[in-house]
């Protein structure tokens, strides 16, 4: 069996996807950008890096209406919808931490550095 407790899967992908965010935006690879700039928001909201993330997902959610036009879609049903969810799950943890500062929940007041 292995053991997990220490692992540290998210903090490593947080730093390797976004380096491919730019080796294939400078390929000029649309699609594999657009993955993992996906993967690199995904990776950063794991990691409580909710700037990072809405960050990386507008930069997906752009690059998919700039191509909306084009012959073959950049992202297909699906991707949209798990992009969508993705910055939803940011948006609802900002949200909640804002309401919890604003109404002096003293655990989120104390987390709050």
Not at 9 to 34: I, Y
Not at 74 to 89: D, F, P, Y
Request: proline residues 3%.
């Amino acid at each position: 069996m292995i053991d997990l407790r220490n692992c540290q899967c998210a903090e490593v992908l947080a730093t390797v996807f976004p380096q491919l965010v730019k080796h294939w935006k400078a390929c000029g690879n649309k699609v594999k950008t657009l993955r993992y700039l996906t993967e690199s928001g995904a990776a950063a909201l794991a990691t409580s890096c909710n700037m990072r993330a809405l960050s990386y997902m507008y930069e997906a959610r752009t690059m998919i209406e700039q191509t909306k036009g084009d012959e073959e879609p950049l992202a297909n049903e699906e991707e949209k919808a798990r992009l969508e969810s993705l910055i939803g799950q940011v948006s609802r943890g900002a949200q909640t931490i804002l309401t919890c500062t604003k109404t002096g929940d003293p655990y989120i007041t104390m987390l709050s550095c």
